[in-house]
């Protein structure tokens, strides 16, 4: 990854302006994300910025999310807590290349999206795990209703080491089960591991994805757009506070 160590150094290359001739698409190859900044007397929509990355990838609640607390939900999303590292859509029948989070309200606390960059992942995690990661499969379920387009071949069951379109290198493509968590999205399974053994081996990657060298915390401001490419890096959120206002609108496409 050139001379760049940390994920704040990094995050700082992968930042640029939200004006019509805005160099994010430079920035989404070379990083796997971009930040672009409200500044500047014209600003992009969210769908324009989006358009030349793919068409728009569909869920049941249409293609675009406000992510925002939503009484009652049973979806994390629409809460406070916690949401652990994952990539979007192997619960979905419509895959996700690249998403865009636009902010329409920042929360004054917490609320942090987490990305971690899956190449930086293979340079810090141990030789042992890469090896386990080569030789296992993994199985999601998803534990809400009403979000998914439902695969029509029953749950997945994916590899979590794949190909990095842009390098060719490894990439990571998991999404870490939290069990302490009882009303967390979807849920995750080594396929052929008792209950225990794949608790640590989730309990290891999250260890190694929440490294400063591997994960970067965007901290939000209203106004700014966080560009990711959902095959090269990882996303989660950190808990915010109940009476925080928290207001992202989000677009995928594939
Ligand atoms: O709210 C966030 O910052 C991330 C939400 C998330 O994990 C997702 O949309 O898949």
Redesign the pocket.
Same mark, same amino acid.
């Given at each position: 990854m050139d001379e760049i160590t940390d994920m704040r150094e990094m995050a700082a290359a992968a930042r640029c302006d939200r004006g019509p001739s805005s160099p994010y698409l430079e920035k989404l190859e070379r990083y796997g994300f971009a930040v672009l900044e409200p500044d500047g007397p014209e600003l992009m929509p969210l769908e324009d910025i989006m358009a030349p990355l793919g068409d728009p990838a569909s869920y049941r609640f249409g293609t675009q999310l406000i992510?925002e607390q939503r009484a009652d939900s049973d979806n994390s999303?629409f809460r406070t807590g916690a949401?652990p590292m994952?990539v979007?859509a192997h619960l979905n029948a419509n895959g996700v290349s690249y998403i865009g989070?636009e902010c329409l309200e920042a929360p004054y606390e917490g609320g942090e999206?987490l990305i971690a960059s899956s190449e930086a992942f293979f340079e810090a995690a141990p030789g042992g795990l890469v090896e386990t990661l080569r030789d296992i499969k993994i199985e999601y379920w998803s534990r809400v209703s009403g979000f998914y387009v439902e695969r029509p071949e029953g749950n997945p069951v994916v590899a979590p080491v794949q190909v990095d379109p842009v390098t060719g290198g490894d990439a990571l493509c998991v999404g870490v089960d939290h069990p302490e968590d009882p009303s967390r999205n979807f849920g995750a399974a080594v396929v052929g591991y008792t209950k225990e053994r794949s608790r640590e081996l989730f309990a290891q990657l999250a260890h190694v994805l929440s490294r400063p060298d591997v994960m970067y915390t965007h901290k939000w401001r209203a106004g700014q757009v966080l560009m990711m490419d959902n095959r090269r890096v990882l996303?989660? %959120?950190a808990e915010y506070p109940a009476d925080s206002p928290r207001k992202?609108r %989000?677009i995928s496409v594939s």
């Open positions: 992510q999303q949401i994952h979007d989070w999206t996303h989660g %959120r992202l %989000r």
